[in-house]
Nanobody, 125 residues
Framework: VQLQASGGGLVQAGDSVRLSCAAS????????MGWFRQAPGKEREFVGI?????????YSDSVKGRFTIHGDRAKKNTIDLQINSLKLEDTAVYYC??????????????????WGQGTLVTVSS
């Protein structure tokens, strides 16, 4: 399975951006797809995920309200991340992830073996 993220770029503070992640290969056994991000000089940070087995979204408290994940409930091969009201501190490389089974530690990057290559979002003032 390969994950391909797209949609990043240079954006203005206050604008919106939508990132997309497409999975190729066998995806029928995915349970989780989601997003992490890594800002310059910082550790990788959990953003949010969708769990097909739980049929629910999980978000980091730091992004609730501005970030929305869209998972296709019928297909387990795409997941989007909508970011509104962008802030300078949202500048980061955004990575999509996928996992075969559910985990209660969904916020821990070590739970994911499948990572996309990352897409850079740069927010300017």
């Amino acid at each position: 399975v390969q994950l391909q993220a797209s949609g990043g770029g240079l954006v203005q503070a206050g604008d919106s951006v939508r990132l997309s992640c497409a999975a190729s290969g066998v995806t029928s056994n995915h349970d989780i797809m989601g997003w992490f991000r890594q800002a310059p000089g910082k550790e990788r940070e959990f953003v949010g995920i969708f769990s097909w087995s739980r049929n629910r979204y999980y978000y980091s408290d730091s992004v609730k309200g501005r970030f929305t994940i869209h998972g296709d409930r019928a297909k387990k091969n795409t997941i989007d991340l909508q970011i509104n009201s962008l802030k300078l501190e949202d500048t980061a490389v955004y990575y999509c992830v996928a996992r075969l089974g559910h985990t209660v530690a969904y916020y821990d990057p070590r739970q994911y073996a499948r990572w996309g290559q990352g897409t850079l979002v740069t927010v300017s003032s």
